[in-house]
């Protein structure tokens, strides 16, 4: 008998992967993670430092998810052809030589431009770490447990990011934010390198590069129209949503012409992945939004300090530290479904209370419950949305459907930032337990846009359920084979 085979004949397990390996690509994706929430903290510091409205602020966020969300769609493909391994990498290093740049930047708007090449290195690292993960973990239930700890690990960058945020502006200013991806950047290339973390490449379609430049012109117009209507420029906003419009359609007469689209039709066609995109997107929108309008409010308005605005964010970013280990073994047992129409309920009632809270000025514990049950939320959400986008992919195609997934989620992302942000005046302090009725509508809208991603998840066909005997949905399967 083959040592490969069991006394049943069939092939044995394969071996579990180097835990080092899992490591460095959580860590990658904690970095990518970690920029966004570390930045929050930061803004009042940066604005008072390079000067800018809200406006300015909401370009620093957006050139990062813009690009990010943007290149997410060709990025995914990329891993799926020319191995995902070398994408993770070079996307790593060259999002530690951009943080470095970011920390000398001496203007704002050099530091929009500069956030957009952190946002294109990040959309190399993510999907690729995704097909990386269903490449070391083709069972089920072995991948389903790895990225729950990739979700813990990459969580606890939502932990860490506003009291590191805080930490960091109080000693040294906002530049040292950036600085701190640098020794993160080190590690990770050092934990995955050499021949444990690899993912061959695979015969996939190929990359239209000018439907590609389309799509970033699309989703920056459009941002762009958004933010300058939040500022009532009535004149750049018809420009800008008219540019849009028609970057718009070039970009899907391309598509309906492309031997190679930049949205995979095959992808958006899967059973269930729909609802699982729409899902994705929403949440996206909800959290970069409060982290987002949040800080604003208590640093401008209410005079907390970037250390006590950090300790305040703690009810919402604990729970993303620890929360997706549980949830990584409910997927296991019963499928996506059910964590996922949890976590929008969660975030939906979050947003609720905490624009309750913010609208009558009630004391932070109001404000506290409703952080805490976002944060659960994302944490049931997040986890189980990833899993149910790489089981429900078609074969051969988990970068492509993470790149798809994880572009919503930013798309999701920047328009929660443009929307929210309109809702926001920045003005002095103005003592805290004062209501502030602008911010109150943006965190109930925030709210709304959960509910109705609930709502579209229980009517959509999920195609994630798990019929007895199966432990990860009737579509469990190897994503990539060699």
């Not at 008072?48 to 909401?58: D, I, K």
């Not at 906003?237 to 598509?255: C, N």
């Not at 609802?275 to 800080?295: D, I, Q, Y």
């Not at 990584?328 to 019963?334: D, E, I, N, P, Q």
């Amino acid at each position: 008998m083959s040592p490969e085979q069991n006394p049943y004949g069939r092939p044995a397990p394969a071996p579990e992967p180097k835990p080092y390996a899992l490591a460095g690509i959580a860590l990658g994706y904690f970095m990518v993670l970690l920029d966004m929430t570390v930045l929050s903290v930061a803004e009042p510091d940066l604005s008072h430092a390079l000067g800018g409205s809200v406006a300015g602020l909401q370009w620093a966020v957006t050139g990062y998810t813009v690009a990010f969300g943007a290149l997410l769609l060709s990025a995914g493909a990329a891993a799926d052809r020319f191995g995902a391994h070398r994408l993770f990498r070079g996307g790593v290093a060259v999002f530690g030589a951009g943080s470095l740049l970011c920390a000398a930047a001496q203007g704002l708007w050099t530091l929009v431009v500069l956030r957009a090449v952190l946002g294109a290195a990040a959309a190399a690292c993510v999907p690729s770490s995704m097909a990386l993960i269903a490449r070391l973990y083709p069972d089920p239930a072995r991948r389903g447990r790895a990225v729950a700890v990739w979700a813990a690990v990459s969580g606890a960058a939502l932990a860490a990011g506003p009291i590191a945020g805080g930490l960091l502006v109080g000693l040294a200013g906002w530049r040292a934010v950036f600085l701190v991806n640098v020794p993160i950047a080190a590690l990770t290339l050092a934990l995955v390198s050499g021949n444990a973390v690899r993912c061959p490449a695979a015969p996939g379609r190929g990359i239209d590069r000018t439907g590609q430049a389309l799509a970033c012109a699309a989703l920056a117009l459009g941002t762009d129209a958004l933010i300058a209507l939040g500022g009532r420029h009535w004149a750049h906003t018809a420009w800008s949503f008219g540019a849009a419009i028609a970057a718009g359609g070039l970009f899907a007469h391309r598509e309906a012409r492309s031997a190679s689209p930049v949205l995979p039709t095959a992808v958006l066609r899967a059973p269930g992945m729909a609802s699982m995109l729409l899902a994705g997107a929403a949440v996206g929108f909800t959290l970069t939004g409060v982290l987002f309008v949040l800080p604003l409010l208590l640093q401008q308005r209410l005079g907390y300090s970037a250390v006590g605005t950090g300790l305040a964010f703690l009810p919402m970013t604990l729970p993303t530290a620890f929360n997706p280990l549980l949830t990584g073994r409910v997927v296991a047992r019963t499928g996506p479904r059910g964590p996922v129409l949890a976590g929008l309920c969660l975030l939906a009632a979050g947003g609720a209370v905490m624009g309750a809270a913010v609208g009558t000025g009630t004391p932070y514990p109001l404000l506290a419950a409703g952080l805490a049950a976002s944060g659960f939320g994302v944490s049931f959400a997040l986890p189980a949305l990833t899993t149910a986008v790489v089981t429900l992919a078609p074969e051969g195609a988990a970068g492509a459907a993470g790149g798809v997934f994880n572009a919503l989620r930013q798309l999701g992302a920047t328009l929660g930032v443009a929307v929210l942000g309109a809702f926001v005046t920045v003005g002095p302090h103005q003592g805290t337990g004062r209501a502030d009725r602008g911010v109150a509508g943006a965190l109930l809208v925030a709210a709304a846009v959960c509910a109705a991603a609930a709502l579209a998840a229980a009517r959509g066909r999920s195609g994630t359920r798990s019929r007895p005997g199966e432990r990860n949905g009737p579509r469990a399967r190897t994503v990539e084979r060699t």
